[in-house]
Each structure stands twice: as structure tokens, then as C-alpha cells.
């Protein structure tokens, strides 16, 4: 239900403001806002120390009216169905944002990757995919990284596909290592288009990204990439947090130095560049752009008031509270919703998938050229629809989301 708390709520509450505006039919509404398919499974894993433990996975495919579903896999302490529900809806949005042949889906396993040695991960992530098999392909559901999954993970899911139906089959996944049939750019995709989208914004508010000031919440694969990208068209990143801590320094932090320091330790709590700041000292500095790059909710009404940035560029999914949402536009402060924000990710994935199944793959300056260009398009696309309706760039993006997947839902017709 809408605005029950769950996160899928949350999605459901931003669904609804741009349906009403669009008076979508009912029975529309009802096939929009109903998940089409819920897997929960069981994975059994015998552990380093002889143990046997069980975890538990979920796989969402929430539509599949514009192409095969699509969507990363997680593994954290605290997934749960609400939450892959909600990421699998956003997917769905994001791949009609983005304008790309794709339906949403999510997967999610619940633990903690950070006390599994790399053989219990590798047997966790192979039992994962077996359990699912049937409901995956690269016509069916492709899945690719999220939080806590990278190239590797996404290797085993293809291995352990390919010995499944008997032939190597690069496009079930994405986000593989670029030997095994990944895309260049891929890994950078996301933070890639998180810097063209805050571009685009600065330029459309007349604010001078040269020597503005950034924060960064998260700086794994979307946080590190959209600092460093940011950095280097002359913005100054003067402070990042992660889920241990958080540094700060006015004069501008060196991201190459903190990337390498991350690796290492794993963290960049610590960093010597900075002086140490907490997540909720972050979110109230007085920065131009604010970019929330790691899990959902973390922008609340209790400290959306707090915020000071002129711009909010969603790189984590979710990242912003329906109601916390409202204070900040009501306050003139700029969003790129999610959904727009790091579809980046999911674009260069679907090149990757299209250079799969061709078989012949794109040099890194052509994947990043095709991506700027869906990026802009996206950017623009929803900025019209803002001005047009007088509404929101999350309500607008809706909008456009939901014209393209209604669209499509009615010329489909209805198979009983
Ligand atoms: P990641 O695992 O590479 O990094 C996550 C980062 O968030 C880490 O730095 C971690 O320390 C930090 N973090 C975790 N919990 C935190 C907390 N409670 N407080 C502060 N920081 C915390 O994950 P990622 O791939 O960079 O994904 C980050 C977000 O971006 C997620 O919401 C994900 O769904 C979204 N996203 C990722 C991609 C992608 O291509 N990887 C694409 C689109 C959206």
C-alpha cells in the first residue's frame, strides 16, 4: 500500500502522484502496480568450517510489457522481499526512462558478504543462480551487479548458467569482466551518467560546476566513480561518507588517493586527506551538489531540512523518503530522481547484452559517446515533461515511465 512505511510503499506513493496527473485507466494502474512474478528460495551452503548454513535469496520480475526483465543482485545483512519488490519496480521505471528495450527485475540474497571467505560466496552465488535457472536467460531476465556484487560474482552467474543449459551464454548477465564478453565502460557506467545528468542540471540552473562543492554519500562502485568523474570536470569533492565513516576537508579531497585507500582498507574512514565527519554531519554540510550513492531512506524528513545543496543527484536507488522528497522541492532544491539519475548503469548494460548477442564489441570512446547521448536524451526528456506539467523531475520522470510502459501494456493486449 502506498506510504505504509515499506519501501515499497514509498515506490507506490511516487507511482500514484504521476498516474493521477495522468489519469491512467484503472485496469492499467492495477497491472502496473502488481509485481508479475516473486521467487523465494532456500540456499544451502557448506561453509570453510564444515557447517552447513542456509540463505535465503529473492527474485523479482516486476514487468516484462517492454522486453526481457532486467536488474542487479545484492548481497546485505538486511534485503528483504519489501526491498527487492521495490528496486525490481524501479527498474522497471528506469529502463523506460531510459529508453531501452527492457523490462525490471531484482534479486537479492540476505547476508554478509564481508564474513564469507571467496570460496562460500563463489558456492553461495552458484546455488543462488541454480535455484533461479529457470526463471533467467538472455531473453528472459538478465541480471548484473548492485550493492556488494561486482564482476566477479556476475562471472559465476554466467559459468554457472552456461554448464546449466550446456553453452557458454554471455548475455544471461551483465557487468561481466570485459575478457568474458563485458563492456567496456561498464564498471564506470553508473557514476558516468550520475556526472553527465548533475551537469545537465548545473547547466539548466546556471551554476558553474567548475569549482562547486561536493558531497558524496557511499563510495563504492556509483559513490568513487561519480567523485572522480565529478573531479575531473573541476569539481571540488570535499567530503564522503561510508557505512564505517566519513571525511571532510573544505580545500577538496584527493579521489584518486581516497580510491586507492578504499581498496586497501576497504573503508574510507581513516583517510589521512580529511578530517573525520559522520553520514548525518554530511548530509547538513553547506555544498552545492549532494549525491547519496549507497542504500535507501537516507534522506528523511528528520534531516531533509538540514540539507543545503542546490542540487540532489540520486545515484543509490531510493536514496530520498516520499514526504522528505516534498520538503526539499517545496524548498527549491533540485532532484534528479533515481530512476533518471543512475540509469546510466543499466544503459551500458543493454549495450553490453546487444554486444553479446552480436558477438562484436564497441571500443570504450563508443560506449561512452552512446551513453552520453541516452543520458541527455533522458535528462531532456524528463525536463520537458517537468515544465510541461509543472511538476517535479521525479513526478515527470514517472510520467514518462508509466506513458511508455502503458503504451506498451494496451498494444500487448491481454493474453487469457
Ligand atoms: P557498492 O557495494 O559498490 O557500494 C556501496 C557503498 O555504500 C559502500 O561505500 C558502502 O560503504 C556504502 N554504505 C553501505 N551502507 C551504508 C550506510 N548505512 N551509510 C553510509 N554508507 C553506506 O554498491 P554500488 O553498486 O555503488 O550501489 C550503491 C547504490 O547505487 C545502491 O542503491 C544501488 O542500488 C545503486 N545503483 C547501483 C548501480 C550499479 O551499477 N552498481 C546502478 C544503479 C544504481
Not at 175 to 203: C, D, N, Q, Y
Not at 240 to 250: E, T
Amino acid at each position: 500500500m502506498a506510504g505504509d512505511g515499506t519501501i515499497f510503499g514509498a515506490m507506490l506513493q511516487e507511482f500514484d502522484e504521476a498516474a493521477r496527473i495522468l489519469n491512467l485507466e484503472p485496469g492499467i494502474w492495477k497491472i502496473l502496480t502488481s509485481p508479475r512474478r516473486q521467487i523465494i528460495v532456500s540456499c544451502p551452503v557448506q561453509m570453510d568450517s564444515g557447517e552447513i548454513e542456509v540463505f535465503t535469496g529473492y527474485r523479482v520480475q516486476y514487468n516484462i510489457a517492454l522486453g526481457p526483465a532486467k536488474g542487479g543482485i545484492r548481497y546485505h545483512p538486511d534485503v528483504s522481499l519489501d526491498e527487492i519488490r521495490a528496486l525490481a519496480a524501479w527498474m522497471t521505471w528506469k529502463c523506460a526512462v531510459a529508453q531501452i528495450p527492457f523490462g525490471g527485475a531484482k534479486g537479492g540474497v540476505v547476508c554478509d558478504p564481508t564474513s564469507l571467505s571467496r570460496r562460500e560466496l563463489e558456492a553461495l552465488t552458484r546455488r543462488y543462480v541454480a535455484e533461479i535457472i529457470d526463471a533467467i536467460g538472455p531473453e528472459k531476465d538478465i541480471p548484473a551487479p548492485d550493492v556488494n556484487t561486482n564482476d566477479q560474482i556476475m562471472a559465476w552467474v554466467m559459468d554457472t548458467y552456461s554448464m546449466h543449459v550446456g553453452q557458454t551464454t554471455t548475455g544471461v548477465v551483465t557487468g561481466k569482466p570485459v575478457e568474458l564478453g563485458g563492456s567496456k565502460g561498464r564498471r564506470e557506467a553508473t557514476g558516468r551518467g550520475v556526472m553527465i545528468v548533475t551537469l545537465e542540471a548545473a547547466r539548466h540552473l546556471g551554476i558553474e560546476v567548475n569549482g562547486a562543492t561536493v558531497a558524496v554519500q557511499g563510495f563504492g562502485n556509483v559513490g568513487s566513480v561519480s567523485a572522480d568523474l565529478l573531479a575531473e570536470a573541476g569539481a571540488k569533492i570535499v567530503a564522503v561518507a561510508d557505512h564505517k565513516g566519513g571525511v571532510f576537508n573544505p580545500r577538496g579531497l584527493d579521489v584518486a588517493k581516497m580510491i586507492a585507500y578504499a581498496r586497501d582498507c576497504r573503508t574510507v574512514d581513516g583517510f589521512p586527506g580529511g578530517e573525520p565527519l559522520t553520514n548525518e554531519e554530511l548530509f547538513r554540510l553547506d555544498v552545492d551538489i549532494l549525491i547519496p550513492a549507497a542504500l535507501e531512506n537516507q534522506i528523511t524528513l528528520e534531516n531533509a531540512c538540514d540539507i543545503r545543496a542546490k542540487i540532489i543527484t540520486e545515484g543509490a536507488n531510493g536514496p530520498t523518503t516520499p514526504d522528505a522528497h516534498k520538503q526539499l522541492h517545496e524548498r527549491g532544491i533540485f532532484v534528479i530522481p533515481d530512476i533518471l539519475a543512475n540509469c546510466g548503469g543499466v544503459t551500458a548494460s543493454y549495450f553490453e547484452w546487444v554486444q553479446d548477442r552480436h558477438g562484436y564489441f564497441w571500443e570504450e570512446r563508443e560506449v561512452n559517446e552512446r551513453l552520453e547521448a541516452k543520458m541527455r536524451q533522458a535528462f531532456d526528456a524528463v525536463l520537458q515533461t517537468g515544465l510541461t506539467y509543472a511538476v517535479d523531475m521525479r513526478t515527470a520522470a514517472y510520467i514518462c515511465a508509466i506513458n511508455r510502459v502503458a503504451t506498451v501494456t494496451k498494444m500487448r493486449g491481454m493474453y487469457a
